[in-house]
Nanobody, 125 residues
């Protein structure tokens, strides 16, 4: 069982930037996709974006053009660069590995491991 540790969250004003990190305790090089999720108060956890083992990225429409994902397989770490942050980006952010697939036109990932503690991102003026 791989353990996941997310970090880098914080409080910032709208328009700001943050870079989140997710360190895995085991190798991620063979994992089909590494994804970032978020869960806002009272809402279900949603997939924000993912990056395949080949470097292909997917992003939810709500963050497309503002967020980027990268992975460093040598460090077993995945990053989420968030720019032009909005109050609606406020959530606890989590990462996980998974197998990505399309269900109809919907992109989905089945998470592989137990969730980490997440990192809180608060965007507010």
């Amino acid at each position: 069982q791989v353990q996941l540790v997310e970090s880098g969250g914080g409080w910032l004003q709208p328009g700001g930037s943050l870079r989140l990190s997710c360190a895995a305790s085991g190798s991620i090089s063979s994992i089909d996709a590494m994804g970032w999720y978020r869960q806002a108060p009272g809402k279900q956890r949603e997939l924000v974006g993912s990056i395949s083992s080949g470097g292909r990225a997917y992003f939810a429409d709500s963050v497309k053009g503002r967020f980027t994902i990268s992975r460093d397989n040598a460090k077993n770490t995945v990053y989420l660069q968030m720019n032009s942050l909005k109050p609606e980006d406020t959530a606890v952010y989590y990462c996980n590995g998974g197998i990505a697939y399309y269900s109809g036109s919907s992109y989905r990932m089945n998470p592989l491991w137990s969730w980490g503690q997440g990192t809180q991102v608060t965007v507010s003026s």
